[in-house]
């Protein structure tokens, strides 16, 4: 029973970091059989934290492809979502919008400063971005660094532990945005290309040095 409830945990968890797959994907994955996997997505089906589309291919029957449902999002940590929410409600309703402006500048600051302490160490951009992906980890973003082949990189948050927060306040999105470009510096430029909040399965910051993004324009 262990066993299974694992092997369904990490089905959950590559569709949560890589998107849609298919059984026989998953299968391969897993060392699973695709049988197995079959099996163990209906059980997640009819718990409703897994849906699938079938597309169609040019030979043979159209492939299921299957991926994460809305109510899924509850099985990954949000941080006292609530709490976040009305405090955030709070402070806009008491000290208007320039105070909650001013919250949220105040935290960007905290995060720079300690964030800037723990990368230290990084050499350059490049690494400074491995760096703080580790660290957005390690506070429930599951993060990771991916190089692209035009010297550029994606920085990505496969989840958002603050998604009701954010969605209740922009402030914190734009804030994150500018808390990478400080950490970054500029000889880069560092934009949002996916965007969870957009309905994106996660967010996605695509970082490259300022002569490449000049010369693709």
């Not at 969870?196 to 002569?211: F, H, K, T, V």
Request: hydrophobic share 45%; charged share 25%; proline share 4%.
């Amino acid at each position: 029973m262990e066993a299974q409830q694992r092997s369904k945990n990490q089905i959950l968890y590559l569709l949560k970091t890589q998107g849609a797959k298919s059984a026989i994907a998953l299968a391969l994955e897993l060392h699973l059989s695709p049988m197995a996997v079959r099996q163990h997505l209906q059980a997640l089906q009819a718990e409703g934290l897994v849906s699938y589309l079938e597309e169609k291919r040019p030979l043979g029957r159209p492939v299921k492809l299957w991926r994460l449902t809305d109510r899924a999002a509850g099985i990954f940590p949000d941080s006292h979502a609530d709490l976040m929410v009305d405090l955030l409600r709070s402070v806009e309703a008491v000290f208007g919008a320039p105070g909650l402006e001013k919250l949220i500048a105040e935290r960007s600051q905290r995060q720079i400063q300690a964030y800037t302490e723990k990368i230290s160490d990084a050499q350059d951009w490049r690494s400074r971005v491995y760096a703080i992906a580790l660290l957005r980890t390690r506070e429930g973003y599951i993060a990771e660094a991916i190089e692209l082949p035009d010297n550029a990189m994606l920085l990505i948050e496969n989840h958002c532990p603050i998604r009701a927060a954010a969605a209740s306040c922009g402030l914190l999105c734009k804030a994150e945005l500018e808390v990478f470009k400080t950490l970054l510096g500029s000889t880069v430029s560092i934009e949002r290309v996916e965007h969870i909040l957009g309905s994106d399965r996660r967010c996605a910051y695509r970082i490259c040095p300022l002569e490449s993004a000049t010369s693709s324009i």
